[in-house]
T-cell receptor
Framework: RKEVEQDPGPFNVPEGATVAFNCTYS??????FFWYRQDCRKEPKLLMS???SGNEDGRFTAQLNRASQYISLLIRDSKLSDSATYLC????????????FGAGTRLAVHP | EAGVAQSPRYKIIEKRQSVAFWCNPI?????LYWYQQILGQGPKLLIQ????????DSQLPKDRFSAERLKGVDSTLKIQPAKLEDSAVYLC??????????????FGAGTRLSVL
C-alpha cells in the first residue's frame, strides 16, 4: 500500500465550479500535512498547510481527519489558472522534515 | 530573495554513462534535499543534508547514486552508471532548518534527465 494515495484524475471542470480532492495516508503517526501545487513541467510549490481544525485561504479550504487518515482540498469558483496537479503531502513522525508525496491529482479547468 | 538554482535544466545521456547535477540552495538554508520525480508520480526523497551531513539517504540507490554537499552550501548529485529507469526530473529543495514541522521546502526548477 502506498504511503499517500490520491485519485489521479484528471478532473475536468468548467470555470466557476467547485471541485474536491481527497487523499488518504497510511501512517497514523504522521505529523504534518500539506497540499502542494505543481504546474506542468514546473516545480512543486506549497499551496497550504492542513490542520485538524480546517483552514481556508481564499477559495481554497483544506481539512484533515486524523481518525480516518484522510485529507481533503476544496476549490470553490474554479479559475482557468487553477489548472495544475495537486499533490497531497505528509511528514512522518521522527523529525527531519521529510516530505512524502502522493502521485497527485490533475485538475483541468475549461472555459 | 533568490530561489533554489539547479543546473543543467535538461540532460540526455545513453545508458551506462555518468551524469552530475548541481544545486545551489537559498542563502542561509541549512537543509538541502534531492528528490526524484518519475513521470506520473510524486517526488520521492533521495537524500537529505543538514549542513554538510547526511540525515536521510534511505532511498538513495547507493550502488549508482552519490551526493555530496561540501562546505554545507552547494550540492551535487551523481549517477554512475545510468540506467533507463533513471529517466526522471531531479528536484533540489532547501529549507531553513530540518527541525520542526513548519519549515517550508522551496524547490528548484529541476533537471530533466533522459536516459536512452
Amino acid at each position: 500500500r502506498k504511503e499517500v494515495e490520491q485519485d489521479p484524475g484528471p478532473f475536468n471542470v468548467p470555470e466557476g465550479a467547485t471541485v474536491a480532492f481527497n487523499c488518504t495516508y497510511s501512517n497514523s503517526a504522521s505529523q504534518s500535512f500539506f497540499w502542494y501545487r505543481q504546474d506542468c513541467r514546473k516545480e512543486p510549490k506549497l499551496l497550504m498547510s492542513v490542520y485538524s481544525s480546517g483552514n481556508e485561504d481564499g477559495r481554497f479550504t483544506a481539512q484533515l481527519n486524523r481518525a480516518s487518515q484522510y485529507i481533503s482540498l476544496l476549490i470553490r469558483d474554479s479559475k482557468l489558472s487553477d489548472s495544475a496537479t495537486y499533490l497531497c503531502v505528509v511528514t512522518p513522525s521522527g523529525g527531519y522534515n521529510k516530505l512524502i508525496f502522493g502521485a497527485g491529482t490533475r485538475l483541468a479547468v475549461h472555459p | 530573495e533568490a530561489g533554489v538554482a539547479q543546473s543543467p535544466r535538461y540532460k540526455i545521456i545513453e545508458k551506462r554513462q555518468s551524469v552530475a547535477f548541481w544545486c545551489n540552495p537559498i542563502s542561509g538554508h541549512a537543509t538541502l534535499y534531492w528528490y526524484q520525480q518519475i513521470l506520473g508520480q510524486g517526488p520521492k526523497l533521495l537524500i537529505q543534508f543538514q549542513n554538510n551531513g547526511v540525515v536521510d539517504d534511505s532511498q538513495l540507490p547507493k550502488d549508482r547514486f552519490s551526493a555530496e554537499r561540501l562546505k554545507g552550501v552547494d550540492s551535487t548529485l551523481k549517477i554512475q552508471p545510468a540506467k533507463l529507469e533513471d529517466s526522471a526530473v531531479y528536484l533540489c529543495a532547501s529549507s531553513r532548518d530540518s527541525s520542526g514541522s513548519k519549515n517550508i521546502q522551496y524547490f528548484g526548477a529541476g533537471t530533466r534527465l533522459s536516459v536512452l
